[in-house]
């Protein structure tokens, strides 16, 4: 990809379990700078369609080409209960190589969270797990970010802190890609698709702001 193209650069993939086909020849392009969402139901194979965008599975056919550092933060958070919040940055500053913590400080204070930093996992509700989740997918200044169900168990104002640091991202010129099955906030989105049938699609937003599916 030329550095004007794409960051992320996706045609044609398919993918099926047992004869099952689940995606059936995705397209999909995001360029820097770029907030898109991909919704569909319980079951439409978005979360399959994120493994192979992240290179975590691999497509039965098709190409996914991507450009720079990538993120991604899974709707199922992994994370070890007894390591406290500090101690999960310190070991992805070593697995990322980055010589710092400081975007990561800056990430925890966007998200209200720079109080947690000496507790451990297993002492977190849900939605501050996610924070940490999203935290660890940011804090390497990725320019392509994959979020699966990203505001799972957030509470109203992280939610409204969670669109606050897509919209800083997007100045940033990362490249955004959410995927749940409700596009909340469509209106804040570039582009919203529908994954149905195994086929991606280019949806009209909701006059509302939100789209259910």
Same mark, same amino acid.
């Given at each position: 990809?030329?550095?004007? =193209?794409?960051?992320?650069?996706v045609?044609?993939?398919?993918?099926?379990?047992?004869?099952?086909?689940?995606?059936?020849?995705?397209?999909?392009?995001?360029?820097?700078?770029?907030l898109?969402?991909?919704?569909g139901?319980?079951?439409?194979?978005?979360?399959?369609?994120?493994?192979?965008?992240?290179g975590?599975?691999?497509?039965?056919?098709?190409?996914?080409?991507?450009?720079?550092?990538?993120?991604?933060?899974?709707?199922?958070v992994?994370?070890?209960?007894?390591?406290?919040?500090?101690?999960?940055?310190?070991?992805?500053?070593?697995?990322?190589?980055?010589?710092?913590?400081?975007?990561?400080?800056?990430?925890?204070?966007?998200?209200?969270?720079?109080?947690?930093?000496?507790?451990?996992?297993?002492?977190?509700? =849900?939605?501050t797990?996610?924070?940490?989740?999203?935290?660890?997918?940011?804090?390497h200044?990725?320019?392509?970010?994959l979020?699966?169900?990203?505001?799972?168990?957030f509470?109203w104002?992280?939610?409204?802190r969670?669109?606050?640091?897509?919209?800083?991202?997007?100045?940033?010129?990362?490249a955004?890609?959410?995927?749940?099955h409700?596009?909340?906030?469509?209106?804040?989105?570039?582009?919203?698709?529908r994954?149905?049938? =195994?086929?991606l699609?280019?949806?009209?937003?909701?006059?509302?702001?939100?789209?259910?599916?």
């Amino acid at each position: 990809m030329s550095a004007l =193209g794409p960051v992320l650069h996706v045609r044609d993939v398919r993918k099926g379990y047992r004869q099952r086909p689940v995606l059936r020849g995705v397209s999909l392009d995001l360029h820097a700078g770029q907030l898109v969402g991909i919704v569909g139901e319980n079951g439409a194979g978005k979360s399959t369609l994120l493994r192979i965008l992240a290179g975590d599975l691999a497509a039965d056919s098709g190409t996914v080409e991507r450009a720079g550092l990538l993120g991604c933060c899974p709707q199922e958070v992994v994370l070890h209960q007894a390591f406290t919040v500090n101690q999960h940055l310190q070991y992805f500053q070593a697995a990322y190589g980055i010589s710092h913590l400081t975007r990561a400080f800056e990430l925890l204070e966007q998200l209200n969270f720079s109080d947690y930093r000496h507790e451990r996992v297993a002492a977190l509700s =849900g939605g501050t797990r996610q924070k940490l989740n999203l935290v660890l997918a940011l804090m390497h200044d990725p320019q392509v970010l994959l979020l699966d169900e990203p505001y799972q168990g957030f509470d109203w104002e992280t939610y409204l802190r969670f669109w606050d640091l897509a919209a800083a991202l997007r100045k940033r010129g990362c490249a955004v890609l959410i995927v749940s099955h409700l596009a909340y906030d469509a209106s804040r989105l570039d582009t919203l698709y529908r994954l149905e049938a =195994g086929v991606l699609r280019q949806t009209e937003q909701a006059e509302s702001g939100m789209e259910a599916v």
